[in-house]
């Protein structure tokens, strides 16, 4: 039997796809600063009226993406460990899904992205260490005069986004397994010298 509740709710998915794909397009040739409701509506082929049924602006079409985005990847690991085998699956994920959004992603991470964007990013990227670094180093108490975990951990945090956003300006010469491998040994590393207590 025909169900037009869910009828409407795959339309409703299926626009909202649409109008995303048709942002990440427009950002990733026009800038963020320089994008419009009208550029938007356009490559999907919808009208006006369509998009703000769904979104506000394009403010609100990012914000809308970025919870979404979050949501899938909640309470995953960013790092598993410091051996190959051990590389998160949560980290391969999340770079293939970088990937497929390349040219996005190097607009919104540079120069012409929005900073809101940036900070959302870099803080994912931090809760997903933070998680991993209670598990693997639960033991760890600041000592009287170095520096405080959260202080480290914004530091460790540069040196991942740094690392995608190379990897995202070189075209991504590296597969996102490969690039995991070498990013969950770099970060571990990092981590494994700062946080370790000493003894």
Not at 29 to 54: C, N, P, Q
Not at 118 to 145: A, L, M, W, Y
Not at 185 to 196: C, E, H, M, R, V
Request: overall charge negative; hydrophobic content about 40%; glycine content about 4%.
């Amino acid at each position: 039997m025909h169900n037009p509740e869910i009828t409407e709710d795959l339309r409703v998915r299926r626009t909202r796809k649409m109008l995303q794909q048709a942002f990440f397009e427009c950002t990733a040739e026009k800038g963020f600063a320089a994008l419009t409701v009208r550029d938007i509506t356009e490559r999907a082929m919808v009208k006006r009226s369509t998009f703000y049924r769904h979104y506000l602006d394009k403010y609100d079409l990012l914000e809308q993406y970025l919870n979404e985005m979050y949501v899938s990847f909640e309470d995953q690991q960013v790092i598993a460990g410091p051996n190959p085998p051990e590389v998160s699956s949560s980290l391969i994920d999340l770079l293939k899904h970088i990937q497929q959004f390349a040219g996005f992603y190097r607009v919104m991470l540079g120069m012409q992205g929005d900073p809101l964007f940036t900070q959302r990013f870099r803080h994912k990227i931090e809760k997903g260490f933070f998680s991993c670094f209670n598990q693997v180093f639960p033991e760890f108490i600041c000592q009287p005069d170095t520096p405080s975990l959260d202080l480290r951990l914004k530091v460790i945090t540069s040196a991942g986004c740094g690392a995608i956003i190379w990897w995202l300006e070189q075209e991504q010469p590296s597969p996102p397994e490969q690039f995991a491998t070498w990013l969950n040994q770099f970060i571990y590393d990092i981590a494994a010298t700062s946080l370790k207590p000493k003894t």
